[in-house]
């Protein structure tokens, strides 16, 4: 009897593995997502972060190079919806494709537009490359849930992020180190480029140093976008042949809501509404703070530490790429998601309030190590976020609630962005860092009010119940 008991344990066990499973390509797909997100990110500030060399070498003006990075939230805001749609009605695999075919055509076409009369070459590149972003940014969520285990989902979620943060500090940094830091020698004109100097010498072609380090930023990465895309089409499956988790097995087995009711349903759930203007309210002061750190350090420290504000932007971006892996190892090992996201807020929150006083006393150091601490609080709240919509609002697709998400961080990026931006003349760098603090305590609040109502959790209990139920009844059999 215990022997007959034993084996129809035995092959409940093996029915249940059948049932559920993970595939080592898992990994190599996580990977290349990583990098077609990073290529995609890596084109965001390239023209912005070199502004005055831009401007001068292709004869053009501040507002269409700054437009070469506001056309990635401006194509987000206008597309999101109709690309969640398109996620949502053909799969991983179809917009990966898309996604990629368009970051690498951009890329291909930017690599024609070395000339200095060709910038409206670089900008319908630059366009193609942010509508490309439409179908990239949103997948994290969704590629962890379809390929990874339970276990395995928010580290995957937080290393898909990591894609993105990597291929913008390298945006950040990799320009600057390509083109020479040229100063006009006569103010009276700015015509030709040769008239500029590099460290106090006079340089007889700067445009042609120009010239080259622009065919750095482009030629390299054109080609690995291609071989990504080609990666892509070979090896991406839209999902396993067997599900890797309870959850995901469950939605298998379920009838599909249609679009319309995907978004109706996300939006009459409370607990994602109120996540959807929290994290709209913490991603949009990080984007803010990007764009009016110069001004901040600038006006608070005079024009010579203009360079510091460079490097503490790039700290900012590094270590907040720490922060969203390590916040997504705790977020993996705790499970506690609506203590770890209000933890990192807080701490969010308080590091503004620290960065205040530090410019109250002018303190440089006590800035880069601040600078430090925000990053890796405010950068660690993404996977976290995504992971926590994905929870709250089970089985509703990760790709719909993410995308909704990264629309909500657009839209409060660009209108933070523009108030504080014309604020800080007004009322000071150091009540502009008071007011980021204010709206994360707004975002500490909202997130207070979301219940804990982890869906996709109480899921896989249910079925890991109903699993040894069986396995129970099979054995008194």
Same mark, same amino acid.
């Given at each position: 009897?215990?022997?007959?008991?034993?084996?129809?344990?035995?092959?409940?066990?093996?029915?249940?593995?059948?049932?559920?499973?993970?595939?080592?390509?898992?990994?190599?797909?996580?990977?290349?997502?990583?990098?077609?997100?990073?290529?995609?990110?890596?084109?965001?500030?390239?023209?912005?972060?070199?502004?005055?060399?831009?401007?001068?070498?292709?004869?053009?003006?501040?507002?269409?190079?700054?437009?070469?990075?506001?056309?990635?939230?401006?194509?987000?805001?206008?597309?999101?919806?109709?690309?969640?749609?398109?996620?949502?009605?053909?799969?991983?695999?179809?917009?990966?494709?898309?996604?990629?075919?368009?970051?690498?055509?951009?890329?291909?076409?930017?690599?024609?537009?070395?000339?200095?009369?060709?910038?409206?070459?670089?900008?319908?590149?630059?366009?193609?490359?942010?509508?490309?972003?439409?179908?990239?940014?949103?997948?994290?969520?969704?590629?962890?849930?379809?390929?990874?285990?339970?276990?395995?989902?928010?580290?995957?979620?937080?290393?898909?992020?990591?894609?993105?943060?990597?291929?913008?500090?390298?945006?950040?940094?990799?320009?600057?180190?390509?083109?020479?830091?040229?100063?006009?020698?006569?103010?009276?004109?700015?015509?030709?480029?040769?008239?500029?100097?590099?460290?106090?010498?006079?340089?007889?072609?700067?445009?042609?140093?120009?010239?080259?380090?622009?065919?750095?930023?482009?030629?390299?990465?054109?080609?690995?976008?291609?071989?990504?895309?080609?990666?892509?089409?070979?090896?991406?499956?839209?999902?396993?042949?067997?599900?890797?988790?309870?959850?995901?097995?469950?939605?298998?087995?379920?009838?599909?809501?249609?679009?319309?009711?995907?978004?109706?349903?996300?939006?009459?759930?409370?607990?994602?509404?109120?996540?959807?203007?929290?994290?709209?309210?913490?991603?949009?002061?990080?984007?803010?703070?990007?764009?009016?750190?110069?001004?901040?350090?600038?006006?608070?420290?005079?024009?010579?530490?203009?360079?510091?504000?460079?490097?503490?932007?790039?700290?900012?971006?590094?270590?907040?790429?720490?922060?969203?892996?390590?916040?997504?190892?705790?977020?993996?090992?705790?499970?506690?998601?609506?203590? &770890?996201?209000?933890?990192?807020? =807080?701490?969010?929150?308080?590091?503004?309030?620290?960065?205040?006083?530090? /410019? $109250? @006393? !002018? *303190?440089?150091?006590?800035?880069?190590?601040?600078?430090?601490?925000?990053?890796?609080?405010?950068?660690?709240?993404?996977?976290?976020?995504?992971?926590?919509?994905?929870?709250?609002?089970?089985?509703?697709?990760?790709?719909?609630?993410?995308?909704?998400?990264?629309?909500?961080?657009?839209?409060?990026?660009?209108?933070?962005?523009?108030?504080?931006?014309?604020?800080?003349?007004?009322?000071?760098?150091?009540?502009?860092?008071?007011?980021?603090?204010?709206?994360?305590?707004?975002? &500490?609040?909202?997130?207070?009010? =979301?219940?804990?109502?982890?869906?996709?959790?109480?899921?896989?209990?249910? /079925? $890991? @119940? !109903? *699993?040894?139920?069986?396995?129970?009844?099979?054995?008194?059999?």
């Amino acid at each position: 009897m215990a022997k007959d008991e034993m084996n129809s344990l035995s092959d409940s066990e093996k029915s249940s593995k059948k049932k559920y499973k993970v595939f080592k390509i898992r990994y190599f797909l996580l990977f290349l997502f990583v990098i077609l997100s990073m290529t995609n990110a890596f084109h965001w500030v390239i023209y912005a972060i070199v502004e005055a060399i831009t401007r001068e070498y292709y004869h053009t003006t501040s507002f269409w190079v700054n437009s070469t990075s506001t056309i990635y939230m401006i194509n987000y805001i206008i597309g999101i919806i109709p690309a969640t749609y398109f996620l949502d009605r053909y799969g991983l695999r179809i917009s990966l494709i898309v996604g990629a075919s368009g970051n690498a055509l951009g890329s291909i076409i930017k690599c024609f537009s070395i000339d200095r009369s060709l910038f409206w070459i670089a900008m319908l590149g630059q366009t193609i490359i942010a509508s490309s972003q439409l179908f990239i940014l949103n997948i994290p969520p969704m590629l962890s849930a379809t390929w990874f285990s339970a276990d395995e989902v928010t580290i995957a979620t937080a290393y898909g992020v990591f894609g993105n943060q990597i291929g913008v500090a390298l945006g950040f940094l990799i320009p600057p180190l390509l083109m020479p830091e040229l100063a006009p020698l006569n103010t009276t004109t700015n015509s030709s480029l040769s008239t500029f100097a590099l460290d106090g010498e006079i340089l007889a072609d700067d445009s042609k140093q120009i010239e080259q380090a622009f065919m750095w930023l482009s030629y390299p990465v054109a080609l690995i976008t291609l071989i990504i895309l080609i990666l892509i089409y070979l090896f991406f499956k839209d999902k396993p042949d067997v599900p890797p988790s309870k959850a995901q097995a469950l939605l298998k087995g379920s009838k599909k809501e249609s679009y319309s009711e995907t978004l109706s349903g996300l939006f009459y759930n409370r607990n994602f509404f109120l996540l959807f203007l929290s994290y709209g309210l913490n991603v949009g002061v990080c984007y803010a703070v990007s764009t009016v750190l110069g001004a901040i350090v600038v006006q608070t420290m005079g024009l010579e530490y203009q360079n510091d504000a460079g490097f503490m932007g790039s700290l900012i971006i590094v270590s907040g790429m720490f922060g969203s892996i390590i916040c997504g190892y705790i977020l993996a090992y705790t499970g506690k998601f609506k203590l &770890v996201t209000i933890i990192t807020y =807080v701490a969010a929150m308080f590091g503004f309030i620290a960065f205040a006083v530090a /410019l $109250k @006393i !002018k *303190s440089i150091m006590m800035m880069y190590l601040i600078s430090v601490i925000l990053g890796f609080f405010m950068a660690g709240y993404l996977p976290i976020g995504f992971e926590f919509a994905a929870e709250v609002t089970y089985p509703e697709p990760e790709g719909t609630s993410a995308g909704l998400l990264n629309a909500s961080a657009q839209i409060f990026g660009i209108i933070l962005t523009y108030f504080f931006g014309s604020m800080i003349d007004i009322i000071g760098p150091f009540w502009t860092n008071i007011g980021f603090s204010i709206i994360l305590a707004i975002g &500490v609040l909202l997130t207070m009010l =979301v219940t804990n109502d982890l869906r996709r959790q109480n899921a896989q209990r249910v /079925l $890991k @119940i !109903k *699993s040894l139920t069986d396995q129970s009844s099979s054995s008194r059999k």
